[in-house]
């Protein structure tokens, strides 16, 4: 059916952004969660303490997007409403049990894998449920729907540092839980939007089915030199790309103490992220092709020379600027992944694509952090760590830098095949219209000469 363009859709948009703000702000807070960890379940004897809390934050980011091929296969099979439902009571469930551990290592099941699980699986289908209600205005629901993301990477780690200052980690969790509840109910809102015609091969409304092996996971997308391309460089610039997010708040402390306020820090990544976002969203519709490619390169830059600036910052305000220029440039790498995704594979296989690309993201963020964390705790400070952070995006920048010029070739070699096949089929044309010249004439010759 065709997209209603508002209605109940304005609902779902509500609910989608309450969902991308609930799932990010409370991944993108994790620092002042890590900081609270160290301090309930350390201990001065424990010497690896730092590596292996940052696995609780890593492990738990990294499943949201190690997840993301199997939700939208369970997405195309079982609709957005079921799998988001699903999905929050599932994340609810672990994050209820995390505020009930002991000790560090529970924490890697149930807010490492069972609440980042639920989270993935509740935050698909808000995506794609969009496209179902909106078509010409789904650009600026697009835009409404992450800066609830960055609203909540704002405000709550303003609401963290007094939960956990008046009522413990324990407690704290439990309030986080709330907002998981809310998404729960947000699910029910993914109506789907149901055809009159019947089913042409059943001859009943709704009746469900399997799809064909092949369409439920296509991996047609990576016989695209240009997407192999973007699904190696992305992951290979991401290694360093959540420590500043675990490790920043620790880092401040450790330097600063605690005359500062280091949350404000995260105020200032959430602020220009959303900033980014709009902006650089706007400006990729005035850039062709593939060569949005480059404002990726371009924030891939800045955020590896960012992570390095970290250790050289030895005045809060220095901090301040970093973290502004940080986010507006994270802002700028996130908005345009799906416009690269639809110019690179097309609108028929962008879904599964963005799937795949983020499953593999999930690897160097999972890894990143605690590696960040080891060095932290064999050599006591968090410098060497950030300059090793500020590497791997300038890698995967430059990498990324042969997309455009593959990606010309590609479209100029599938231009040349139609011509191709045409000029076959003319010279075929020719071929025969001779043929049966020649045939002809002699006939004609045969005719008049009786």
Same mark, same amino acid.
């Given at each position: 059916?065709?997209?209603?363009?508002?209605?109940?859709?304005?609902?779902?948009?509500?609910?989608?952004?309450?969902?991308?703000?609930?799932?990010?702000?409370?991944?993108?807070?994790?620092?002042?969660? +890590?900081?609270?960890?160290?301090?309930?379940?350390?201990?001065?004897?424990?010497?690896?303490?730092?590596?292996? #809390?940052?696995?609780?934050?890593?492990?738990?980011?990294?499943?949201?997007?190690?997840?993301?091929?199997?939700?939208?296969?369970?997405?195309?099979?079982?609709?957005?409403?079921?799998?988001?439902?699903?999905?929050?009571?599932?994340?609810?469930?672990?994050?209820?049990?995390?505020?009930?551990?002991?000790?560090?290592?529970?924490?890697?099941?149930?807010?490492?894998?069972?609440?980042?699980?639920?989270?993935?699986?509740?935050?698909?289908?808000?995506?794609?449920?969009?496209?179902?209600?909106?078509?010409?205005?789904?650009?600026?629901?697009?835009?409404?729907?992450?800066?609830?993301?960055?609203?909540?990477?704002?405000?709550?780690?303003?609401?963290?540092?007094?939960?956990?200052?008046?009522?413990?980690?324990?407690? #704290?969790?439990?309030?986080?839980?709330?907002?998981?509840?809310?998404?729960?109910?947000?699910?029910?809102?993914?109506?789907?939007?149901?055809?009159?015609?019947?089913?042409?091969?059943?001859?009943?409304?709704?009746? +469900?089915?399997?799809? !064909?092996?092949?369409?439920?996971?296509?991996?047609?997308?990576?016989?695209?030199?240009?997407?192999?391309?973007?699904?190696?460089?992305?992951?290979?610039?991401? +290694?360093?790309?959540?420590?500043?997010?675990?490790?920043?708040?620790?880092?401040?402390?450790?330097?600063?103490?605690?005359?500062?306020?280091?949350?404000?820090?995260?105020?200032?990544?959430?602020?220009?992220?959303?900033?980014?976002?709009?902006?650089?969203?706007?400006?990729?519709?005035?850039?062709?092709?593939?060569?949005?490619?480059?404002?990726?390169?371009?924030?891939?830059?800045?955020?590896?020379?960012?992570?390095?600036?970290?250790?050289?910052?030895?005045?809060?305000?220095?901090?301040?600027?970093?973290?502004?220029?940080?986010?507006?440039?994270?802002?700028?790498?996130?908005?345009?992944?799906?416009?690269?995704?639809?110019?690179?594979?097309?609108?028929?296989?962008?879904?599964?694509?963005?799937?795949?690309?983020?499953?593999?993201?999930?690897?160097?963020?999972?890894?990143?952090? !605690?590696?960040?964390?080891?060095?932290?705790?064999?050599?006591?400070?968090?410098?060497?760590?950030?300059?090793?952070?500020?590497?791997? !995006?300038?890698?995967?920048?430059?990498?990324?830098?042969?997309?455009?010029?593959?990606?010309?070739?590609?479209?100029?070699?599938?231009?040349?095949?139609?011509?191709?096949?045409?000029?076959?089929?003319?010279?075929?044309?020719?071929?025969?219209?001779?043929?049966?010249?020649? #045939?002809?004439?002699?006939?004609?010759?045969?005719?008049?000469? +009786?």
């Amino acid at each position: 059916p065709e997209p209603p363009e508002g209605g109940w859709g304005w609902v779902v948009m509500l609910a989608a952004m309450w969902c991308n703000g609930a799932v990010f702000g409370i991944q993108n807070s994790c620092g002042v969660l +890590f900081v609270s960890m160290l301090q309930l379940f350390g201990g001065d004897e424990d010497k690896q303490l730092a590596f292996k #809390t940052a696995w609780v934050s890593s492990l738990s980011m990294g499943i949201v997007f190690f997840c993301s091929p199997i939700v939208s296969i369970f997405t195309d099979l079982f609709g957005c409403q079921k799998v988001a439902v699903i999905g929050a009571a599932v994340g609810f469930a672990g994050l209820l049990s995390s505020s009930f551990v002991s000790t560090i290592e529970p924490l890697y099941f149930t807010y490492g894998v069972l609440f980042a699980c639920g989270c993935s699986f509740a935050y698909q289908p808000s995506l794609v449920i969009l496209g179902h209600y909106f078509k010409k205005r789904l650009g600026l629901v697009n835009g409404i729907v992450t800066a609830g993301s960055s609203l909540f990477t704002v405000s709550l780690p303003f609401l963290l540092r007094v939960l956990i200052d008046s009522v413990g980690l324990y407690n #704290t969790l439990r309030v986080l839980c709330i907002l998981i509840f809310i998404l729960f109910l947000a699910g029910f809102t993914y109506k789907p939007l149901v055809s009159n015609a019947k089913d042409k091969e059943g001859g009943k409304k709704g009746k +469900f089915r399997f799809r !064909p092996e092949k369409k439920i996971c296509n991996f047609s997308v990576f016989k695209i030199l240009s997407y192999r391309i973007w699904a190696l460089g992305i992951p290979a610039a991401l +290694f360093g790309y959540f420590v500043p997010y675990v490790h920043l708040m620790k880092h401040v402390r450790d330097r600063f103490g605690d005359s500062v306020p280091e949350e404000v820090l995260l105020l200032c990544l959430g602020i220009t992220s959303g900033v980014g976002r709009l902006i650089f969203g706007r400006v990729a519709d005035y850039i062709p092709g593939a060569k949005k490619v480059y404002l990726q390169v371009a924030s891939f830059f800045f955020i590896g020379l960012m992570s390095m600036m970290i250790p050289l910052c030895h005045v809060f305000g220095g901090l301040i600027a970093v973290c502004l220029f940080m986010g507006l440039f994270d802002g700028c790498f996130i908005c345009i992944m799906a416009p690269i995704a639809f110019e690179l594979v097309g609108a028929q296989d962008v879904s599964q694509a963005i799937g795949f690309l983020l499953g593999f993201m999930s690897i160097p963020m999972t890894f990143g952090p !605690p590696i960040a964390g080891w060095l932290r705790d064999h050599l006591g400070t968090y410098d060497v760590a950030f300059y090793l952070a500020g590497v791997p !995006p300038l890698i995967g920048g430059a990498i990324l830098c042969f997309i455009p010029w593959v990606h010309e070739r590609q479209k100029l070699k599938e231009r040349a095949k139609p011509i191709d096949g045409e000029t076959t089929e003319k010279m075929l044309e020719n071929e025969s219209t001779m043929v049966s010249d020649t #045939t002809e004439k002699p006939v004609k010759e045969m005719e008049s000469g +009786f």
